[in-house]
């Protein structure tokens, strides 16, 4: 796990003096996620931020395993998709009889599920880590998302669950039947678990996790039981985990047996790593990226999980660190003056490789207007320009732009590169 | 009775044969390099795509001994340029690698194949009934299915007990530092052994594509039940990885064979739970519907028990 | 966290204000094309099934252009990828709302059915300025005309009961019919079948015997080997099933390895990839039951429609015409949309409901009560000597019996609520 280990939080407690410094990014998060419903109006737009939020909960919570102590799990979905079940039923229960929970309290609901099978999962899982921590959560994973099916009483069958977001009272008396308003709860949910999640990385638990996921007999011979500490780790994140679940059914007014499957496992890890594991905002970014990508890009293009999976293996390729930990090298290279050598050096190789990857993806939408289309002699269009995919022409080109930015960058641009990573590591 | 027993243990050998077929090569893989390789029944897919495009010039028969090095080629070239690349970076970024790595195969065959199955039959030489049991006949393919597959695990096991290729790969396994100072090429051996894993899952595809269905999905539904193996059977082991292949194979077979629930245990023993609890549903549940999730069960009490696996010699 | 809380909802309000001022500029203007978003998996393992039916909407709406539009409008399909999953296809009738798209369809899955028409409903109590109707041309779960029936939904296919309902009455005058075995998917599907199939059987036929049903785990089995020893010890001599795609084509083809002897009654027997897989193993076994299938333009002489199907393939050589109701649904949403004068959802479901149309199978009628499309439905067999081959395969479908269309009819529970 020795990514994980690449950078962890900043250690500095916050003094009166540097409040400021501290919250100012809070204050510009918070700023930033009310305005924006104000720009993208649409009920899907507004959807998609909800997601967003609930996505970044989720992604947050499962960092608190990996990226904090350590494991990586393949199941996370089955706290976030029982969590959301529980707050299902709530929430349906509340329909049936006017029992008088206010709708913004049941993510709540979803929390204390996630907390229940956190416990129940947890207490058999985490006590190993590694591998064996890894498979097992595959196998609790796998094993939950086919009883998804058996235990059609609790799951609603492949048909999943309904409810009514309207039917529940408002402790502040908003109705919740508009978009707008759940985007506002979920934004409120989303900070006060983030500012949670971050407080709990400064307390000692938060170091011991620290200590037990880069050396777990050190943290023992300190006298902290590594195998309790992992367990409580797990059992907070599950919570949180169950939390994101509960919003997702007021989001969505709908649960099926997908929220607790493999391909949500999937996506939490990989929004959590391409985001960037060592930083706190890093999984933040990633649940961002990856909610837009998936609910945006299938409208653009037909290669759209093509593109998906070229950016995970080119993120885990040359920025493993992942994409918040790769800006924050940068603005630490570029606040420490380390920076200046190299400024062109970096940009000249970015723009070598940006021309490649038009290259690239003049190549992949070419061939599946080929492959694809019906009728692979009907003109397309691409960078705005028109031209027939069955001419060799265009092929030659976008090949050709490939090859000679490929080569200018191993040629030239690289060498360059190395050659300023090297006087700086001479001058140090 | 008789009758279910026996096609039972056929039936279940006989899927049994093939997850070794296609988790062979992962053992090797995840034992020697720790690699969690989401993409190796990726590369099956592709055995049995290569071998369906290429048995279409060729026929069947070169196509079955082609297809593999095509895909070990690849494999190797999947080893070199992309995980020797992110291996420095740890274990997390490798499988994500290789899980990316499913997704990009998969969409790649979707484009070149179409999303439709293809239509990848038998041979004409082994299309016919090789016997018959109690009325019901046996194709000779699922013979040879079973030949191919136990010619594999007794080449595999002699080339890792007696050769000296075998003996470099063993230490590898265990001590790659010792390996490195004795002067071979440790990362040379870890490619060679990645090809080799991905050409046997490709042979497992060849067959595989046959016996099943050859589909852009194939891979994703072989993905996850290929570590149960891998991990069940113990890592780096192939005596392992055959046991618990043909133990996983029987057990899913069983369970869709006869009719039994807990209740039936429960009757033995005079205690019944009441259809109205909120146990009934486990209580009364058929195990033709358990029968999925049994793999799943089996790797996590095996780690929580045993988690060396079967015949695995170390945790991992 | 009090103050948070009111105020976001002052924000709530005030953004909520200038959305929906933001939505009502963008009304539809009068010479866009009509817009019907397609919501199905055009990713992932369902990706073939979602493309073949894309193919379909295209083929029919070019069609459909190319005889002048729908009152000078061109009609444009909106592919929408919804990856088969139930709450994706609920966002994504959120997106059509928003986009000022008045008709979604869909049909693979009633799951996703189920979300649909949950979120169809919702949308148009909430947005009544903007709201949707949901053509499904797939998905029969009963539920979906009964006890969840909707104003705003019409169901082009044959609902599973119906289906049921035909098969039985033609199997009722068959006398080689003994020994029925059910084996059939692990979800509603699947259980509607083999209740619905139980009851009727022993209805009509009491001298048949059901000598054993089975239910397995959807899309998981690779090998049906254990399953067809079970259907050989039970003795049956026919085997209903609602499995489709791999479920099916593994299913025969291992009965087939097995040397098993069995009538196949199917429902999706046609369906994309089956005859495929299945190949001369289904000749004289396999059956299915449908609205229609290519060889029906041989029997009754559909010469225009024939041409339709050939150029179809023309376009399309990797598959056949296949979804008649395709056809029928476009149609009726033409007559409908005609009818009303408008694309407002609630005018052409006004028109669309009762309406009675000429297809070329006969009259069919969408019954006004649950919005379910009466049709004459066909129960035909694989044949390797019929003049259209489905697949490629040199196999065909024969047709064994017709069933018209008061036959294929059951009674509703549906109370439907009108707005």
Not at chain 1, 396 to 422: D, E, N
Not at chain 2, 161 to 185: C, E, F, W, Y
Not at chain 3, 21 to 45: F, K, V
Not at chain 3, 307 to 331: A, C, G, L, S
Request: charge should be negative.
């Amino acid at each position: 796990m020795s990514a994980s280990q690449t950078k962890s939080a900043s250690s500095a407690r916050p003094s009166a003096g540097t409040l400021v410094q501290h919250t100012w990014p809070w204050l510009a998060a918070v700023a930033v996620a009310l305005v924006l419903p104000l720009i993208f109006t649409s009920s899907h737009a507004l959807t998609m931020m909800s997601h967003m939020g609930v996505m970044i909960i989720f992604a947050l919570s499962y960092n608190m395993l990996l990226g904090n102590t350590g494991l990586l799990s393949f199941g996370h979905a089955v706290y976030f998709g029982l969590g959301g079940y529980m707050a299902m039923h709530m929430l349906r229960y509340i329909e049936a009889t006017g029992f008088g929970m206010p709708l913004e309290l049941v993510p709540l609901v979803g929390a204390a599920g996630g907390l229940l099978f956190g416990l129940i999962f947890g207490s058999v899982s985490t006590r190993r880590a590694g591998v064996v921590f890894a498979m097992i959560s595959l196998g609790i994973g796998e094993m939950v998302s086919a009883s998804s099916l058996m235990f059609t009483g609790f799951f609603g069958g492949e048909a999943g669950l309904f409810g009514n977001r309207e039917a529940p009272t408002s402790l502040f008396g908003i109705d919740y039947g508009p978009g707008i308003a759940v985007y506002y709860l979920v934004v409120a949910w989303a900070l006060i678990a983030a500012v949670l999640i971050f407080m709990l990385r400064k307390t000692p638990l938060g170091w011991m996790a620290n200590a037990v996921r880069d050396n777990p007999e050190r943290a023992q011979f300190v006298g902290y039981n590594p195998v309790m500490v992992r367990f409580v780790q797990f059992v907070l994140s599950a919570t949180f985990a169950g939390l994101a679940g509960g919003l997702f059914i007021i989001a969505d007014e709908i649960i099926t047996d997908e929220t607790v499957g493999m391909i949500q496992s999937g996506i939490v890890l990989l929004s959590a790593y391409i985001g960037g594991i060592g930083v706190f905002i890093g999984p933040v970014i990633g649940a961002i990226l990856v909610v837009f990508l998936e609910s945006e890009l299938s409208s653009v293009t037909d290669a759209w999980l093509l593109y998906f999976g070229l950016l995970f293996v080119g993120v885990v390729m040359f920025a493993p660190q992942g994409l918040a930990g790769l800006g924050f090298q940068w603005f630490a290279a570029l606040r420490s003056g380390d920076w200046g050598g190299s400024m062109l050096a970096r940009g000249y190789a970015a723009g070598t490789l940006l021309v490649a990857l038009v290259g690239l993806v003049a190549v992949i939408e070419m061939a599946y207007h080929i492959f694809r289309h019906w009728n692979p002699q009907e003109p397309m269009t691409l960078f705005l320009v028109t031209f027939n995919a069955t001419n060799a022409l265009p092929w030659v080109l976008a090949f050709g732009v490939i090859a000679a930015a490929i080569a200018v960058y191993v040629v030239h641009a690289r060498p360059m590169l190395k050659q300023a990573a090297g006087r700086k590591e001479g001058q140090a | 009775m008789l009758e279910t027993i026996t096609f039972s243990l056929l039936n279940g050998l006989l899927y049994g044969m093939l997850l070794f077929m296609l988790s062979s090569g992962l053992t090797l893989i995840f034992g020697m390099m720790g690699v969690l390789n989401f993409a190796h029944a990726s590369f099956y897919m592709l055995g049995a795509y290569f071998a369906y495009t290429m048995g279409l010039y060729t026929g069947f028969w070169v196509a079955l001994f082609l297809a593999p090095v095509i895909v070990g080629l690849l494999g190797a070239v999947v080893e070199r340029y992309g995980l020797r690349q992110v291996h420095q970076h740890g274990h997390v970024p490798e499988l994500l690698f290789t899980f990316g790595l499913a997704y990009v195969i998969e969409e790649l065959v979707r484009l070149f194949w179409g999303n439709v199955p293809m239509n990848y039959r038998v041979p004409e030489a082994l299309d016919f009934p090789l016997f018959s049991l109690f009325g019901t006949n046996y194709p000779a393919f699922r013979v040879f299915v079973l030949v191919v597959a136990i010619a594999m695990f007794v080449g595999l096991y002699l080339l890792l007990k007696r050769t000296r290729a075998g003996l470099i790969i063993q230490a590898s396994l265990s001590r790659p530092d010792m390996v490195s100072a004795l002067g071979h090429n440790v990362p040379q051996v870890f490619m060679w052994v990645f090809a080799f894993g991905t050409g046997l899952a490709a042979l497992g595809g060849v067959v595989g594509g046959i016996q099943l269905v050859t589909e852009p999905g194939m891979a994703f539904m072989m993905g996850p039940i290929v570590f149960v193996v891998v991990v069940v059977g113990g890592l780096g082991s192939i005596q392992g990885a055959l046991i618990a292949s043909i133990l996983i194979g029987v057990l899913q077979t069983f369970a869709l064979s006869v009719d039994w629930s807990l209740a039936n245990v429960g009757i033995l023993f005079g205690y019944a739970v009441p259809p109205d609890s909120i146990f009934a549903t486990l209580w009364y549940m058929d195990s033709t519907r358990i029968a999925p999730i049994l793999p799943y069960l089996l790797l996590v009490l095996m780690l929580i028990f045993r988690p060396r696996g079967l015949m695995g010699k170390r945790e991992s | 966290m009090q103050t948070k809380h009111r105020w976001s909802g002052v924000l709530a309000g005030i953004a909520a204000a200038s959305a929906l001022a933001l939505t009502s500029l963008t009304a539809a203007q009068a010479n866009d094309p009509i817009r019907i978003a397609y919501i199905e998996p055009l990713s992932g393992p369902f990706a073939n099934v979602g493309d073949a039916g894309l193919k379909h909407f295209r083929f029919a709406a070019d069609r459909l252009n190319a005889e002048g539009g729908i009152m000078g409008r061109d009609v444009e399909i909106v592919p929408m990828d919804n990856s088969q999953s139930p709450s994706e296809s609920a966002q994504l009738v959120q997106r059509s709302a928003d986009q000022g798209i008045p008709f979604v369809t869909q049909g693979n899955g009633s799951n996703v059915a189920g979300a649909i028409i949950e979120a169809v409903n919702r949308n148009n109590r909430r947005n009544p300025d903007n709201r949707v109707l949901y053509l499904n041309y797939a998905a029969v779960d009963p539920a979906l005309t009964n006890e969840r029936c909707s104003f705003w939904h019409f169901r082009f296919d044959a609902e599973s009961r119906i289906k049921i309902e035909a098969l039985t009455n033609y199997m009722q005058e068959r006398d080689d019919i003994e020994k029925v075995y059910f084996l059939n998917q692990d979800y509603s599907h699947g259980h509607v079948i083999e209740e619905t199939g139980q009851e009727m059987i022993r209805e009509k036929m009491p001298d048949v015997e059901i000598v054993g049903t089975q239910l397995h785990p959807i899309g998981q089995v690779r090998d049906f080997a254990p399953y067809v020893s079970r259907i050989r010890q039970s003795g049956a001599d026919s085997v209903i099933t609602g499995n489709w795609g791999n479920d099916l084509s593994l299913l025969v083809r291992a009965s087939q390895d097995a040397g098993l002897d069995v009538n196949f009654f199917t429902y999706y027997g046609g369906g994309l990839g089956v005859p495929a897989a299945v190949g001369q193993a289904g000749i004289d076994k396999v059956s299915q039951i449908t609205e229609w299938h290519a060889n029906v333009n041989v029997d009754e002489g559909h010469e225009d429609y024939k041409t339709w199907v050939e150029d179809f393939k023309e376009r399309y050589p990797d598959i056949d015409w296949y979804y008649h109701r395709v056809y029928n649904q476009m149609y009726m949403l033409k007559a409908a949309i005609e009818e009303a004068g408008t694309t407002d959802a609630e005018a052409v479901a006004n028109a669309l409901s009762g309406m009675e149309f000429e297809s070329h199978t006969g009259t069919v009628t969408m019954r006004a009560d649950d919005h379910q499309l009466i049709q004459p439905l066909y129960i035909s067999i694989m044949d390797g000597d019929v003049e259209y081959d489905v697949e490629n395969t040199g196999v065909g479908f024969r047709t064994l019996s017709k069933i018209s269309a008061e036959e294929a009819t059951l009674p509703t529970s549906c109370e439907m609520q009108r707005p």
